[in-house]
């Protein structure tokens, strides 16, 4: 029950960073002094922390274990969120940003082959229960961190949250304590299977398919989390409407977190679901596009189905392994890639934007970010096992 609490604690922590900057991105610049496009920069954070955390994961795991790595990225979440909520410089920002990012990343990648060890008879409904954590993360900062900064400032908003990352390490402290006289396992998490040699992940087509798939959710997602509030404000919305837009985006994907999990669990390939959410982007670029004012809820509530491809790809990691072993490689390699590919998309949103004075180029991007989606999730979603595959010569990724 302990380890429960700590996943679904620690889970509530990883996108917090996200949605209570963006909303505040372009007052936060006007008070300490960076221009709009900085924010850019802003947006591409989250993804490359997420990648790095990628590489460095399977790392701590390896020397630390499994619960003191959870521990760590916990402490990382609370101190960078705290500390760059007081600091008085773009530089410090980042600084800090990326810090409480980074131990973000470390849990997306450690959660998945924690819910393998401890719950591995309920892949599906724990996935659910985490994933709903991560959404909630998500919206509730977004919804509310405007109404807070005008009542108290943006420092209280952006800091506040610093909270939940603090009190997340309390668990995982009574996890490791409980497991006392453990501490070998811990610190070799995750030993291969007896019988069974380490493959190598980037060797394997559904792991590549994996990654396209994950990495195109991610940078679509990101781009839309730092640019949609621009969106709206260039179309002649408020501030507090983009916050509410992007709370909503963010609440769209609860019922996915719910739904998905469990469908991809039933379901022997699920790719259908995906070419569903495809033509969900697809729909929502359009309207954003042509007439973002003419029905903004129904862009955005089309907007919010797309992503539904995350819980799906996070559920899929233990679906598609047989081991602890399997299941940390294909979390870590798909969320090292995909974030590395993804961390370009605001980033280079923004600058087709500013480039070409109009939002027609970025959402071209987007649309061909959601087509190398569908081809990965083709390789990602096929019936059958990272441990079969991973031994083989490479193969076309995609």
């Given at each position: 029950?302990?380890?429960?609490?700590?996943?679904?604690?620690?889970?509530?922590?990883?996108?917090?960073?996200?949605?209570?900057?963006?909303?505040?991105?372009?007052?936060?610049?006007?008070?300490i002094?960076?221009s709009?496009?900085v924010?850019?920069?802003?947006g591409?954070?989250?993804?490359?922390?997420?990648?790095?955390?990628?590489?460095?994961?399977?790392?701590?795991?390896?020397?630390?274990?499994?619960?003191?790595?959870?521990?760590?990225?916990?402490?990382?979440?609370?101190?960078?969120?705290?500390?760059?909520?007081?600091?008085?410089?773009?530089?410090?920002?980042?600084?800090?940003?990326?810090?409480?990012?980074?131990?973000?990343?470390?849990?997306?990648?450690?959660?998945?082959?924690?819910?393998?060890?401890?719950?591995?008879?309920?892949?599906?409904?724990?996935?659910?229960?985490?994933?709903?954590?991560?959404?909630?993360?998500?919206?509730?900062?977004?919804?509310?961190?405007?109404?807070?900064?005008?009542?108290?400032?943006?420092?209280?908003?952006?800091?506040?949250?610093?909270?939940?990352?603090?009190?997340?390490?309390?668990?995982?402290?009574?996890?490791?304590?409980?497991?006392?006289?453990?501490?070998?396992?811990?610190?070799?998490?995750?030993?291969?299977?007896?019988?069974?040699?380490?493959?190598?992940?980037?060797?394997?087509?559904?792991?590549?398919?994996?990654?396209?798939?994950?990495?195109?959710?991610?940078?679509?997602?990101?781009?839309?989390?730092?640019?949609?509030?621009k969106?709206?404000?260039?179309?002649?919305?408020?501030?507090?409407?983009?916050?509410?837009?992007?709370g909503?985006?963010?609440?769209?994907?609860?019922?996915?977190?719910?739904?998905?999990?469990?469908?991809?669990?039933?379901?022997?390939?699920?790719f259908p679901?995906?070419?569903?959410?495809?033509?969900?982007?697809?729909?929502?670029?359009?309207?954003?596009?042509?007439?973002?004012?003419?029905?903004?809820?129904?862009?955005?509530?089309?907007?919010?189905?797309?992503?539904?491809?995350?819980?799906?790809?996070?559920?899929?990691?233990?679906?598609?392994?047989r081991?602890?072993?399997?299941?940390?490689?294909?979390?870590?390699?798909?969320?090292?890639?995909?974030?590395?590919?993804?961390?370009?998309?605001?980033?280079?949103?923004?600058?087709?934007?500013?480039?070409?004075?109009?939002?027609?180029?970025?959402?071209?991007?987007?649309?061909?970010?959601?087509?190398?989606?569908?081809?990965?999730?083709?390789?990602?979603?096929?019936?059958?096992?990272?441990?079969?595959?991973?031994?083989?010569?490479?193969?076309?990724r995609?």
């Amino acid at each position: 029950m302990l380890v429960l609490v700590a996943i679904i604690a620690s889970a509530s922590t990883l996108r917090v960073a996200v949605t209570a900057f963006s909303p505040l991105a372009e007052r936060i610049g006007q008070d300490i002094g960076y221009s709009t496009a900085v924010v850019g920069v802003f947006g591409m954070i989250p993804t490359a922390m997420f990648a790095f955390a990628g590489i460095l994961t399977p790392i701590l795991e390896r020397r630390l274990g499994l619960e003191r790595t959870a521990l760590v990225a916990m402490l990382a979440v609370g101190l960078g969120q705290a500390l760059r909520a007081v600091v008085p410089d773009t530089w410090e920002l980042l600084v800090f940003s990326a810090l409480a990012l980074a131990g973000m990343g470390v849990g997306n990648v450690v959660i998945p082959p924690l819910v393998k060890r401890y719950f591995s008879d309920r892949v599906g409904t724990l996935s659910s229960f985490y994933i709903v954590m991560v959404q909630l993360g998500t919206v509730v900062p977004a919804l509310i961190t405007v109404p807070v900064a005008n009542a108290h400032g943006w420092r209280v908003s952006l800091g506040m949250w610093s909270v939940l990352g603090f009190v997340a390490v309390l668990p995982w402290l009574g996890v490791l304590r409980a497991r006392s006289g453990r501490d070998q396992q811990d610190r070799t998490a995750l030993p291969p299977e007896p019988g069974e040699a380490a493959g190598k992940p980037w060797r394997s087509p559904l792991a590549w398919g994996m990654a396209g798939m994950f990495g195109m959710t991610s940078l679509t997602t990101y781009a839309m989390f730092a640019w949609l509030p621009k969106i709206f404000s260039d179309a002649g919305a408020s501030e507090a409407f983009g916050g509410t837009m992007v709370g909503i985006f963010s609440l769209i994907g609860l019922g996915a977190a719910l739904s998905a999990p469990t469908i991809a669990a039933r379901i022997r390939n699920p790719f259908p679901i995906v070419a569903v959410c495809a033509l969900c982007f697809f729909g929502a670029f359009a309207g954003l596009l042509i007439a973002p004012m003419s029905v903004p809820l129904l862009w955005v509530l089309l907007l919010g189905l797309g992503p539904s491809t995350f819980p799906i790809a996070l559920t899929l990691i233990n679906l598609r392994t047989r081991t602890q072993a399997g299941s940390a490689a294909l979390s870590g390699f798909t969320q090292g890639v995909g974030y590395a590919v993804a961390c370009v998309g605001p980033l280079l949103f923004g600058v087709l934007h500013d480039v070409t004075g109009g939002w027609g180029a970025p959402f071209a991007l987007l649309c061909v970010a959601v087509l190398v989606l569908v081809a990965g999730a083709w390789q990602a979603c096929k019936p059958r096992m990272l441990e079969d595959t991973w031994h083989a010569p490479a193969s076309p990724r995609l």
